[in-house]
């Protein structure tokens, strides 16, 4: 069932309705409400003090740095911003929660109302608020019955996005994540690696009658490790529940963990409701203004996001929307770009380097761009070369690769390995001679072909012949040159060939 699509079943008879809330760990060095390190995969319980782990006595200092990520935010997402938010404790139990309540807000947040246009349609946002993380449970592999807390991320700092129920697909739901994603990433507020945990996200779904006015009985998922399984997971449940409606069962309002191996959602208690925590205001902290001239200051530090650099990609360098997708999918490649460019003004030659060889060859070597060691200035040299024909594609990326191992510049590598391309005819010439007396069968079966009009078979043994004197110039020879003057001497054999019939 979880590979049934809700369309193909119930087209037309149900509606989607879907809210999404995402837990965006922002970039910090210092947790929420203490000085300790926010670092991550150091040794357990070695980034924690008294505030971390609740011990009495002990007082919150509000770390100002998460206002200003979380003002960015909401400014990156059209939301209104209140001038004044409000910490409340969210009091539950939990092992890895030591104080028993969390801080947190609630009817007082950050931001409110704001949307993310996806595919044309805006998705609205209810609110964005800032809060600690909790601790984190390690579960013995050798005896089930004891379980370890590690208190490191306890206090790490925590922003909550929450949707509206606005969105009508998990496949949106999934886009949305993914732009959202990418924003994040491009205002530098969250690196959202979701393997660390610095992104997670909980999804709420109901289904429904078309016709019917009312939502329907929503039920919680959480426990998605990625994107996909957001989508997957509100896949499975959006059928699960219209299963339930066909056959007059009642779907019931409860909290659902996503099964990754078995690709189902499974019943994990009945949801609570907000009332449950028992909000009330922290009364070891203030509340915190937000002064007009302080949200003016912070917008001017946003800069570009996806769409409005998509756009003006496609103004400035008159690229195809999929170029300009790659090129803006991180903000690092975005700028790498335009810095190749500022050097080589040829975008889309840049762009194609970028994406057939640069980004091919990073991937085999597991490096982000990110960390990509050859400056745009040097990526832009060896463009240059080839695009001048002073070296081969071929060499090219030989040289790319020797640039990644050595940290030479591209100039260095090619008068250190003699790579300079070989435009001298007679040079070539001499090269294609001995080709077509070494293959002297493929040259006959060259003329049969075209005798035949047979041409695609003609152009695979020009294309052979092609690449083995290519070979023999160990791939420095101009192609171009090479095919011409392989034109030449075929027609030349041809001409003797006739003269001594």
Not at 4 to 20: M, S
Not at 280 to 302: A, G, N, T
Request: a negative charge; aromatic letters at 8%; charged letters at 25%.
């Amino acid at each position: 069932m979880a590979d049934e699509t809700t369309n193909d079943i119930y087209e037309n008879k149900y509606k989607i309705t879907i809210g999404l809330e995402i837990h965006v760990e922002l970039l910090t060095e210092s947790k929420m409400f203490c000085s300790c390190s926010t670092k991550f995969g150091e040794k357990e319980n070695s980034q924690v003090c008294p505030v971390c782990v609740g011990l009495p006595g002990s007082l919150p200092v509000f770390n100002y740095k998460t206002l200003e990520l979380g003002i960015k935010t909401a400014l990156a997402l059209n939301c209104q911003i209140p001038s004044e938010c409000v910490f409340v404790r969210k009091s539950y139990f939990y092992p890895d929660l030591p104080k028993n309540f969390q801080i947190s807000q609630y009817n007082q947040p950050l931001a409110i109302n704001g949307y993310l246009n996806i595919n044309n349609k805006k998705t609205p946002l209810r609110r964005i608020h800032l809060e600690e993380d909790t601790g984190k449970l390690i579960h013995s592999e050798h005896n089930e019955n004891i379980s370890l807390v590690d208190f490191n991320r306890a206090g790490v700092p925590l922003m909550e996005i929450v949707t509206e129920p606005g969105i009508s697909s998990p496949q949106e739901a999934e886009a949305f994540l993914l732009e959202l994603k990418k924003i994040l990433q491009y205002i530098e507020v969250s690196d959202c690696n979701m393997e660390e945990g610095s992104l997670r996200c909980d999804a709420n779904i109901s289904v429904n009658f078309y016709d019917s006015k009312e939502l329907g009985t929503k039920t919680e998922i959480k426990n998605m490790n990625s994107f996909k399984s957001v989508r997957k997971a509100l896949q499975f449940e959006s059928v699960r529940q219209m299963h339930l409606l066909e056959t007059n069962k009642k779907v019931i309002q409860e909290t659902r963990l996503w099964d990754e191996t078995n690709q189902t959602t499974e019943s994990m208690r009945t949801k609570e409701e907000a009332h449950d925590y028992r909000y009330f205001p922290e009364p070891d902290l203030l509340p915190i203004k937000i002064p007009q001239d302080i949200v003016e200051k912070i917008s001017l530090q946003i800069g570009e996001i996806p769409a409005q650099k998509q756009k003006r990609f496609l103004d400035q360098y008159n690229l195809s929307e999929y170029n300009i997708s790659v090129l803006t999918s991180e903000k690092k490649l975005a700028d790498y770009f335009e810095e190749t460019v500022s050097f080589y003004k040829e975008p889309e030659i840049v762009s194609n380097w970028i994406q057939t060889v640069l980004l091919g060859i990073l991937k085999e070597r597991n490096i982000s761009i990110k960390i990509c060691p050859i400056s745009s200035k040097n990526f832009a040299e060896l463009i240059e070369l080839v695009n001048s024909k002073k070296i081969t594609a071929t060499s090219g990326k030989e040289v790319l690769t020797e640039m990644l191992d050595t940290g030479k510049s591209a100039i260095e590598i090619v008068n250190e390995k003699h790579l300079i391309q070989v435009q001298d005819e007679k040079t070539i010439r001499q090269w294609v001679k001995e080709v077509i007396t070494e293959y002297p069968k493929a040259v006959k079966d060259y003329w049969d072909a075209i005798d035949a009009q047979n041409n695609v078979q003609a152009s695979n043994i020009s294309n052979f012949l092609k690449g083995m004197v290519m070979k023999k110039s160990k791939g420095k020879a101009d192609i171009l040159i090479v095919a011409k003057i392989l034109m030449e001497e075929l027609d030349n054999v041809r001409a003797k060939t006739r003269q001594t019939r």
